[in-house]
């Protein structure tokens, strides 16, 4: 059973588009699409209905009021139903054979999360949050993964990795993604998916369209919020269990990556400070709570 879990917010149009090519999806075996609206004010639900009014396949729409992207991957996560839960994004248009694809990625028992291609729909657009590779990697258990090899608009997990991966009782840590203080959740659950002993495979079989829609004067500020997320990423990677050495790797980076991209530097740093705070203050109040 295959959960394709999309998670959206205020993007009515943009998921229309993206419901039209999940609809179009072929694959003999058992599936479902879950339909996370993140607190949307705008004509979100009425899109989630007409298509599951639509659908030949079941559709799970799922309510998430609070806001951020890993509280609506995790409120996905817990309705699904599948064995093999696959996400993508509002943005991003299928292939329609992403489904055997995926079967076929998870058929060594070993690999316990895959990524796959993205691709740039629009030619326009800055070729950004895209992976147009075409050759196969490997991603050894217990390595570092940099944050990018796995990206969130085309990856998925068996559904036991998630259930030991999770903190807190879910398994995207909610300090992450968009629309909290930290880009990266993708690259946090894959890296702990890792460190929990779980190989993962980049499969360029695995392919979706990334229509983002930004342009070469939008990249300053992505880069920078991206580079926060590094940040946090890193220092929570150095402080894991198991993640010591995975975590210097990361770091050891650092200079290199500065070299490119000078305000990386004081970014990634202010990131890795940043998520420290939140840690200490999560861990407070959490704290506070159990007495």
Known sequence: MISLIVCTRNRAAALAACLSRIA????????EAVIVDNGSTDATAEVIRAFAAGA?????????PVPGLSNAR???????????????????????GLLDAAVAAFSDPVVGFVTGRVRLFDPEDAPVTVNESVEPLRFAAGRFLPAGAVKGANFGFRRTVLAQIAERGVPFDPLFGSGARFPAEDADAAQRAALAGWAGVYDPALVVWHHHGRKAGDLAPLYRDYD????????????????????????????????????????????????VGAAISRAAGGARAGR
């Open 228 to 275: 926060v997320g590094r940040g946090a990423f890193h220092a929570k990677l150095l402080l894991a269990r198991g993640g010591f050495g995975p975590g210097l790797q990361a770091w050891a980076g650092l200079w290199r990556r500065a070299k490119v991209r000078p305000s990386l530097l004081r970014d990634e740093l202010r990131g890795a400070l940043g998520y």
């Open 74 to 96: 995790n409120a996905g996560v817990a309705a699904a139903a599948g064995d093999l839960l696959l996400f993508t994004d509002d943005d991003c248009y299928v292939d329609a």
């Open 56 to 64: 030949v396949f079941p559709v799970r729409y799922v309510r998430q």
């Open 24 to 31: 179009a999806l072929v694959h003999a075996g058992p599936w």
